[in-house]
T-cell receptor
Framework: TQLLEQSPQFLSIQEGENLTVYCNSS?????LQWYRQEPGEGPVLLVTVVTGGEVKKLKRLTFQFGDARKDSSLHITAAQPGDTGLYLC????????????FGKGTKLTVNP | NAGVTQTPKFQVLKTGQSMTLQCAQD?????MSWYRQDPGMGLRLIHYSVGAGITDQGEVPNGYNVSRSTTEDFPLRLLSAAPSQTSVYFCAARPGDVRELFFGEGSRLTVL
């Protein structure tokens, strides 16, 4: 069974602080996705990382895929209340029967 | 631009009742899937379909049936609801050659 462990599970910070959330596995993934889910809504894709070591930036959000394609991180600079939500990582497994494996998520609260 | 539409958004059932959660997409995507989301458990795949007439089981299929008679629709049926099926259900769709999912807004089901 391929598992994605996300940490921390909960994070509450003040507006303007920086934060990093992590997504780790013992398995190798062909690509990894990050989604953000706001209360009462479905997850929305933020980014997909494909290449080991890849770094992608989306405004104040920086995503990194580990060199071995087993882990990823999301760093948010100068967090804002609008960043509040559940952040989910999802890995695409390798092999003939590709599947999408979700982590349990990091619930982020940014207080004004 | 509707994307993925789920109905109903909220439903309360008594144990043993049956119901169907509807999912429709207007993006002409081949792949559709159903997930359930429970606190501390993340998103778990119930059933999925790679095209009209083709369905397969996911991680937690017991107690649920699906069919895919058209590209647009992918209903999820609960034949005899149980309290353990209390959850938030998400339908998702994606093109066949892309792994990123487009989610509906969710259906919150309570089984008493």
């Amino acid at each position: 069974t391929q598992l994605l462990e996300q940490s921390p599970q909960f994070l509450s910070i003040q507006e303007g602080e920086n934060l990093t959330v992590y997504c780790n596995s013992s398995s190798v993934f062909s690509s990894l996705q990050w989604y953000r889910q706001e209360p009462g809504e479905g997850p929305v894709l933020l980014v997909t990382v494909v290449t080991g070591g890849e770094v992608k930036k989306l405004k104040r959000l920086t995503f990194q895929f580990g060199d071995a394609r087993k882990d990823s991180s999301l760093h948010i600079t100068a967090a804002q209340p609008g960043d509040t939500g559940l952040y989910l990582c999802a890995g695409v497994t390798q092999g003939g029967s590709e599947k999408l494996v979700f982590g349990k998520g990091t619930k982020l609260t940014v207080n004004p | 631009n509707a994307g993925v539409t789920q109905t109903p958004k909220f439903q309360v059932l008594k144990t043993g009742q049956s119901m169907t959660l509807q999912c429709a997409q207007d993006m002409n995507h081949e792949y559709m899937s159903w997930y359930r989301q429970d606190p501390g458990m993340g998103l778990r795949l119930i059933h999925y379909s790679v095209g009209a007439g083709i369905t397969d089981q996911g991680e937690v299929p017991n107690g649920y049936n699906v069919s895919r008679s058209t590209t647009e629709d992918f209903p999820l049926r609960l034949l005899s609801a149980a309290p353990s099926q209390t959850s938030v259900y998400f339908c998702a769709a994606r093109p066949g050659d892309v792994r990123e999912l487009f989610f509906g807004e969710g259906s919150r089901l309570t089984v008493l």
